[in-house]
């Protein structure tokens, strides 16, 4: 019988949807394991090959883990909002919603091809309504909370009600705008409705504000910091300017320490953690409040160095603060206006990674020093975001390079002193002022010969005492922008009334998207939303109608903006657990049991986007009580990337002539890529399909070397920019699913990146094929009931062991590899045992499920595989009961003899002596003494 790997696995996956094989149970008896991977966005491009990689990671632990006992839960499902669907609809005309039902039903025949072990019953959709109607759901929670720091916790926002109306706010310790009045109950009690809703949105954990955003023109849209990539937008590579816009906004900064201190809890890499304990940027320190002259308003200040504040030399703004067209005398109002202007366009990222460029503007207001009183110089500079802190910075030169850099390049300048190179100075050096022990600034007044510990604690008293300032510690964390000028994402469940926002009723949830003609911006500016006839709340009706009917008495206009892409990717993982229910976003009972994700596994660029957010979203629900667990992935691994291996031809300079890599070196050339599917194996280029495939190429010459045109070979990112991407299809049509599965296995560790070459795929599909003829003879099945022998065993509990070890590790390329050495050395020792051959299949299976089932079927068994137990390794059959001993004649090694482990001394040199070979050393003489060292050697003297 033949290997046909088309029709077995045309036949298991027919098998597995048919039967529900991976189908999970919300009540089991059996240890629960959520296994989880990062939701999918479907592009139009569909998979390449490097996509399936944490997929087959993730399955292979999946149906490892159904071995062991446990009931599985291994969903799957479609991130399908988004930028890219509408970018195509924009350009088409077609509906968002038509190209991501082709793209899911293009990933879901890909994916099913590879044969994936997911519980698709529970596949969801975050555009679709029934979906979104809970991420709506959960906004309005938000809405509807505050964050209470007495109790570090979210609360319901009637409990603060209820405060205000017994006390006022002036005892409240809560997470809300720093601008807030304090108010007594008979004052609060007084306000209007319009009033109190007013000061409840400065408390809520979702809220509308003024916000700095990352603007897109081109896109229409605002995007987040995660979503920009050296200045431009990474959708398009449009630019981004910096804008102020009212925005809905999630209040994550009130969770700074709780998700800083939670990652004490999960197993996550190291780096990851990293990057979002730098991301969220814990910083103690001191508020300093500084005087402007000739003006009432005042500038507040962070600083972890509160030491230094005699130091002061200098202040620098943000050019989008809101004191800066205030403050600017008319003198320098041309040059800090355009300094502004240039500024909007460099996005935060490009600001915050320009250490080396050094820009400024002098504004000609002068500050008060707190203690001092004298003038310091206001100077605006793109170094400091408007985002970060307060947005100022108190500049103090002999104590920090970035602030000297600054200073000394206006040094003499208008608003800026002469400043000297006190990091030059042969009796200061550089190092010292990094002692954190020492006080350094010259002429510090009360705080001369204090350590720093001790100077920071008396400088934040003296600020306390004179009201301009107190200890503080500050997060780096700024609130997430929340709304999305676009129309293919979550509408908000909002109307407006009196201008203020109002939250619709779960019980008429979904609020579905409404059609619009074109999915641009109107030409007022609004967005895509503002093209809809229909798009006005009816309070009476409870429904969405025409915006003609629109009164603002019963009939109010809804939210145009929507909710961003990560708004239902924060939560999906509690949906998998109840996706059927219409009443809850899970039920108690689900929740309960599945509680959060075991192992999480995707990339690592989503460390400070998706992951951060979903923690926020997870930590929320469960202060609400809505779920019971605080963190949303105990472990996560990041795969690495597969690189596509590019194609490379040289065309002479000036020439439509081709040459072969060998001559290249020969002539002056540029190399081109090619796709790399006219490439075999050899790097032979097919030329009448290069010819085919671009017009520039249908009259080109070609020079070849021994009859061959060999194209170069360039490891970079897979792309179809590059034409180096590999159809997963293809591979699994020529190969089959196994292979591939395996072969991507095989290429190396899991979290590296690792190059495609299509070329090594023929051993590991070599491996199948000699795999198949250890069970499969001509005739049919050849396993019988033999016994094992031990070297039969010893195979086969050393795989066990090794397999077991390496999925328990993530060390799925170094399994392959065992499974290799055990399927040689059975065939070696032509072994057709049941007893060992059975258990193999289940330690192939997850890796290979396809051929695994069918030999498994072909064998005699009628269940799947994939719930047979994992074989149990037994140490005994890998202890050696015979030694091969080295029999030596005065100290040289003459032949070996296999002896028993368990003989004594005496019984050794009976049966050494005994032996032909011994005989024919001695030739007739009597030894003069036998050194018998038992299970290492026999020394024969003569």
């Known amino acids: 019988m033949k290997y046909d790997f088309n029709k077995i696995e045309a036949k298991w996956q027919a098998y597995w949807a048919e039967k529900g094989t991976f189908k999970a149970e919300n009540a089991s008896e059996k240890e629960k394991f959520y296994v989880l991977d990062m939701f999918p966005y479907p592009s139009g491009a569909g998979l390449h090959v490097g996509h399936p990689l944490g997929y087959i990671a993730s399955d292979i632990y999946a149906r490892y883990k159904r071995h062991k006992g446990f009931n599985v839960l291994h969903p799957q499902g479609y991130d399908s909002f988004g930028l890219p669907a509408e970018q195509y609809a924009i350009q088409t005309g077609q509906h968002p919603a038509i190209t991501t039902k082709d793209n899911i039903a293009r990933y879901r025949e890909q994916l099913d091809k590879i044969g994936f072990s997911f519980d698709w019953s529970r596949e969801v959709r975050t555009s679709d309504a029934a979906y979104y109607k809970w991420t709506q759901w959960i906004f309005i929670q938000l809405f509807d909370s505050w964050y209470d720091l007495k109790n570090n916790m979210a609360k319901p926002i009637s409990d603060l009600i209820a405060i205000f109306e017994k006390e006022g706010n002036k005892e409240v310790k809560a997470a809300c705008d720093d601008a807030i009045q304090t108010f007594s109950a008979g004052e609060w009690n007084a306000y209007s409705d319009k009033e109190k809703q007013a000061v409840l949105l400065t408390y809520r954990l979702t809220y509308l504000a003024e916000t700095e955003v990352n603007w897109c023109p081109q896109l229409g849209t605002v995007l987040a910091n995660d979503e920009i990539v050296n200045g431009v937008s990474e959708r398009g590579g449009y630019p981004v300017i910096r804008k102020k816009m009212t925005q809905w906004s999630m209040r994550i900064s009130a969770y700074a320490e709780r998700l800083l201190q939670g990652l004490n809890t999960i197993n996550w890499t190291d780096s990851l953690k990293e990057s979002q304990r730098n991301w969220i940027g814990k910083s103690v320190g001191a508020s300093v409040t500084f005087n402007i002259k000739n003006f009432e308003d005042t500038i507040e200040v962070f600083t972890t160095r509160p030491d230094t504040i005699f130091g002061v030399t200098f202040m620098t703004l943000a050019p989008e603060h809101e004191l800066v067209a205030k403050i600017t005398t008319e003198a320098q109002k041309e040059a800090v206006e355009a300094y502004v202007e240039a500024t909007s366009k460099r996005s935060e990222r490009e600001r915050m990674a320009d250490v080396k460029t050094i820009s400024g503007v002098f504004t000609g207001a002068y500050a008060e020093h707190p203690f001092s009183k004298e003038p310091i110089p206001i100077w605006i500079g793109d170094y400091v975001l408007a985002g970060y802190g307060t947005g100022a910075v108190m500049a103090v030169p002999c104590g920090d390079q970035r602030d000297y850099d600054f200073a000394n390049f206006f040094s003499?300048?208008?608003?800026?002193?002469?400043?000297?190179?006190?990091?030059?100075?042969?009796?200061?050096?550089?190092?010292?002022?990094?002692?954190?022990?020492?006080?350094?600034?010259?002429?510090?007044?009360?705080?001369?010969?204090?350590?720093?510990?001790?100077?920071?604690?008396?400088?934040?008293?003296?600020?306390?005492?004179?009201?301009?300032?107190?200890?503080?510690?500050?997060?780096?964390?700024?609130?997430?922008?929340?709304?999305?000028?676009?129309?293919?994402?979550?509408?908000?469940?909002?109307?407006?009334?009196?201008?203020?926002?109002?939250?619709?009723?779960?019980?008429?949830?979904?609020?579905?998207?409404?059609?619009?003609?074109?999915?641009?911006?109107?030409?007022?500016?609004?967005?895509?939303?503002?093209?809809?006839?229909?798009?006005?709340?009816?309070?009476?009706?409870?429904?969405?109608?025409?915006?003609?009917?629109?009164?603002?008495?019963?009939?109010?206009?809804?939210?145009?903006?929507?909710?961003?892409?990560?708004?239902?990717?924060?939560?999906?993982?509690?949906?998998?657990?109840?996706?059927?229910?219409?009443?809850?976003?899970?039920?108690?009972?689900?929740?309960?049991?599945?509680?959060?994700?075991?192992?999480?596994?995707?990339?690592?660029?989503?460390?400070?986007?998706?992951?951060?957010?979903?923690?926020?979203?997870?930590?929320?629900?469960?202060?609400?009580?809505?779920?019971?667990?605080?963190?949303?992935?105990?472990?996560?691994?990041?795969?690495?990337?597969?690189?596509?291996?590019?194609?490379?031809?040289?065309?002479?300079?000036?020439?439509?002539?081709?040459?072969?890599?060998?001559?290249?070196?020969?002539?002056?050339?540029?190399?081109?890529?090619?796709?790399?599917?006219?490439?075999?194996?050899?790097?032979?280029?097919?030329?009448?399909?290069?010819?085919?495939?671009?017009?520039?190429?249908?009259?080109?010459?070609?020079?070849?070397?021994?009859?061959?045109?060999?194209?170069?070979?360039?490891?970079?990112?897979?792309?179809?920019?590059?034409?180096?991407?590999?159809?997963?299809?293809?591979?699994?049509?020529?190969?089959?699913?196994?292979?591939?599965?395996?072969?991507?296995?095989?290429?190396?560790?899991?979290?590296?990146?690792?190059?495609?070459?299509?070329?090594?795929?023929?051993?590991?599909?070599?491996?199948?094929?000699?795999?198949?003829?250890?069970?499969?003879?001509?005739?049919?099945?050849?396993?019988?009931?033999?016994?094992?022998?031990?070297?039969?065993?010893?195979?086969?509990?050393?795989?066990?062991?090794?397999?077991?070890?390496?999925?328990?590790?993530?060390?799925?390329?170094?399994?392959?590899?065992?499974?290799?050495?055990?399927?040689?050395?059975?065939?070696?020792?032509?072994?057709?045992?049941?007893?060992?051959?059975?258990?193999?299949?289940?330690?192939?299976?997850?890796?290979?499920?396809?051929?695994?089932?069918?030999?498994?079927?072909?064998?005699?068994?009628?269940?799947?595989?994939?719930?047979?137990?994992?074989?149990?390794?037994?140490?005994?059959?890998?202890?050696?009961?015979?030694?091969?001993?080295?029999?030596?004649?005065?100290?040289?090694?003459?032949?070996?003899?296999?002896?028993?482990?368990?003989?004594?001394?005496?019984?050794?040199?009976?049966?050494?002596?005994?032996?032909?070979?011994?005989?024919?050393?001695?030739?007739?003489?009597?030894?003069?003494?036998?050194?018998?060292?038992?299970?290492?050697?026999?020394?024969?003297?003569?």
């Open 412 to 942: 003499g300048k208008e608003g800026m002193p002469v400043i000297k190179n006190i990091f030059a100075d042969a009796d200061i050096s550089e190092a010292a002022f990094a002692d954190k022990e020492k006080t350094i600034i010259a002429n510090s007044d009360f705080l001369d010969g204090l350590s720093y510990k001790e100077a920071t604690k008396k400088a934040i008293s003296s600020l306390e005492e004179i009201g301009q300032g107190k200890g503080q510690t500050n997060y780096r964390l700024r609130d997430a922008v929340f709304s999305r000028q676009r129309y293919w994402g979550e509408p908000f469940p909002v109307y407006y009334v009196d201008g203020m926002p109002q939250m619709i009723e779960k019980e008429y949830l979904p609020i579905e998207l409404p059609a619009v003609e074109k999915y641009l911006p109107t030409e007022t500016g609004e967005p895509p939303l503002g093209r809809a006839d229909a798009w006005a709340w009816d309070t009476k009706a409870h429904k969405v109608v025409s915006n003609d009917l629109v009164d603002h008495t019963t009939v109010f206009p809804l939210e145009l903006n929507t909710m961003p892409g990560w708004a239902g990717s924060s939560w999906y993982l509690f949906r998998y657990m109840d996706p059927l229910n219409k009443e809850e976003f899970a039920s108690e009972e689900a929740l309960s049991y599945w509680e959060n994700v075991d192992l999480y596994i995707g990339g690592s660029e989503h460390a400070t986007g998706h992951l951060l957010y979903s923690r926020f979203w997870t930590k929320f629900l469960k202060d609400r009580g809505f779920i019971s667990v605080e963190e949303p992935f105990k472990k996560l691994i990041n795969q690495g990337m597969i690189l596509g291996t590019s194609a490379l031809v040289y065309r002479v300079s000036g020439t439509n002539k081709y040459v072969s890599k060998g001559l290249a070196s020969s002539y002056e050339t540029e190399a081109l890529r090619v796709d790399v599917n006219l490439i075999n194996a050899s790097d032979e280029l097919d030329i009448d399909g290069l010819k085919q495939w671009q017009p520039q190429f249908a009259d080109a010459e070609f020079e070849l070397e021994d009859g061959k045109y060999l194209v170069g070979r360039e490891v970079e990112k897979m792309s179809k920019r590059w034409f180096n991407v590999v159809n997963p299809d293809d591979i699994c049509n020529e190969y089959g699913a196994d292979t591939l599965r395996l072969y991507e296995m095989f290429l190396g560790p899991l979290e590296q990146a690792k190059p495609w070459n299509t070329a090594g795929i023929t051993g590991v599909h070599n491996f199948l094929k000699k795999l198949w003829k250890l069970y499969i003879g001509e005739e049919g099945h050849v396993v019988s009931e033999t016994a094992p022998t031990k070297d039969n065993l010893k195979t086969l509990h050393k795989t066990i062991k090794k397999v077991e070890e390496d999925i328990e590790n993530f060390s799925f390329n170094t399994s392959v590899s065992t499974f290799m050495i055990a399927v040689n050395e059975l065939t070696a020792q032509k072994c057709n045992s049941k007893e060992v051959l059975e258990p193999l299949l289940v330690l192939i299976a997850p890796y290979a499920p396809h051929v695994a089932e069918e030999l498994w079927s072909l064998i005699g068994n009628e269940a799947s595989i994939s719930i047979a137990s994992f074989p149990k390794f037994e140490a005994a059959h890998l202890v050696e009961s015979t030694k091969n001993y080295p029999i030596s004649f005065n100290g040289k090694t003459r032949f070996t003899m296999e002896l028993s482990l368990e003989m004594s001394k005496e019984e050794i040199e009976k049966e050494v002596m005994a032996h032909e070979k011994t005989q024919q050393q001695l030739a007739g003489r009597s030894p003069k003494k036998v050194i018998v060292v038992p299970g290492k050697i026999v020394n024969i003297v003569g």
